[in-house]
Every structure is written in C-alpha cells, then in structure tokens.
C-alpha cells in the first residue's frame, strides 16, 4: 500500500485558503482565459511556501479550473467552442433539476432574497463590473440550488462553473449588457406561481442562452 503524505497543519491551513482564494478568482472571471501562472508566483502573492501553492494548483487542475502543460505551464483554460458547447449542455441538465427540486421550498423569505441579489446584478451590470456581475449571477442561482438538498449535484454543477468562469469573463465583454438577465425574472415568478415546467424552461435558458454565443 502507498504511503500517504500529508501536509503539516500549518501547511494544510495555508494550502487551503490559498484553493479557496484562486478557486473564487477563477469562478468569478477575475482571471482571463489563457492566463499564465507561475508556482513561485502564486507563492509569493499569497505570502506561502512552494509547497502549499503547488497542492493548491495541483487540487485546481483536477477541478479543471487550471489546465497543466507537459512543460509545467499553468494557466486558466481557453476553451473550444465544442468544449463550451458540452459545459452548457450539462449546464442545461443539472441545472433545472436542481430548480425543480428546491421548487417545493422555495418559500417567500428565499424569493425575496433571490431578488434582492438580482438588484445586486443590476447594479453590477449598470456598473459594467464583469466581476460582480458573474459574481452576483452565479450567487442567484446558487442560493436557489442549495434548497434542492442536493449536494452532490450541486457539486458537479459549481465544478461546470468553475471551468467557465474565464470564459464568462471573456462572454460578458462580447454581449456587453446594459441590463440583468431577462430570465431571472422570469425565474422569479415561475417559484412565485409554483410552476415547475416554467421554472424548468427559464433556468435551462438562461445558463445556456449566453454561452452559445461563444460556441456559435
């Protein structure tokens, strides 16, 4: 049997904030695609040794939000237009029935906080903050999904985001929107009215109405 190493706690400690730091970087498009990154860099910026960095890339490739060359090169992913396609047709699967099943707790005090980080999108969009804009989008949909009680789901759905999450950035820029996603309201009033193939049809368009402008 292997023998299995483990990082000291300290290590562990600052292995994992520095994961969850470029794990959100890369999320919310705060990183273009096709950026280049280096281990001493990534070191250096988050003030860690070699090795905490090199755990943190090495768990962000596998999430495939890194992509690793055959020379060492880590970078964020620049994705085919087939590479879209494919992650918005899981988008399409996973996500309205992660809707539909939190449709049956999807009680007011949840509509309403839904729709107070749909201001926040706005606003974001009134700003022209790429950012905050995929930010605060993916926020919308996530708190909607975390009443589904399905974890594992969820899971796989944050993984699709997180592959996405450059290209989004890149996306945004193309569409150059000037107002928050039509969708989200129509999302909104499908939970309001209890209308689960209404809710299903606006979730399934809107995570992939704007990634198909890409593959396209």
């Known amino acids: 049997m ?21 794990r959100v970087q890369v999320m919310h498009g705060e990183l273009p695609p096709g950026q280049a990154l280096t281990l ?3 070191a250096r910026s988050f003030d860690v040794s070699m090795t905490p960095a ?3 890339v090495r768990r962000l490739v596998a999430e495939g939000a890194f992509t690793l060359s ?7 992913p620049e994705l085919t237009p087939e590479r879209i396609e494919e992650l918005a047709s899981i988008r399409a699967l996973l996500e309205p029935e992660l809707a539909s099943r939190a449709l049956p707790r999807a009680h007011f005090a949840l509509i309403e906080r839904l729709k107070t980080i749909n201001a926040a999108n706005a606003e974001a969009v009134a700003r022209q903050d790429a950012v905050a804009y995929i930010r605060t989008n993916l ?13 594992a789901m969820l899971a796989m759905t944050e993984t699709v985001w ?6 989004m950035r890149a996306l945004y820029a193309r569409l150059r929107r000037n107002e928050p996603p039509h969708h ?16 299903r049809l606006a979730v399934r368009t809107d995570v992939t109405q704007g990634l198909r402008h890409l593959a396209g």
């Not at 926020?139 to 974890?151: C, G, I, V």
């Not at 997180?162 to 290209?167: A, I």
């Not at 989200?184 to 809710?199: F, M, T």
Request: proline fraction near 7%; charged fraction near 25%; avoid cysteine.
């Open 162 to 167: 997180l592959q996405l999450g450059p290209t």
């Open 2 to 22: 292997p023998i299995q190493t483990r990082l000291p706690d300290s290590k562990l400690a600052e292995h994992d904030r520095l994961y969850r730091s470029l």
């Open 70 to 76: 055959s020379s060492g090169r880590i970078s964020t």
């Open 184 to 199: 989200h309201r129509v999302i909104l009033a499908a939970l309001k009215a209890g209308d689960e193939p209404g809710l």
């Open 139 to 151: 926020e919308f949909h996530r708190t909607l999904y975390l009443r589904a009680q399905a974890p």
């Open 54 to 56: 090199r755990e943190a």
């Open 40 to 42: 001493r860099g990534l």
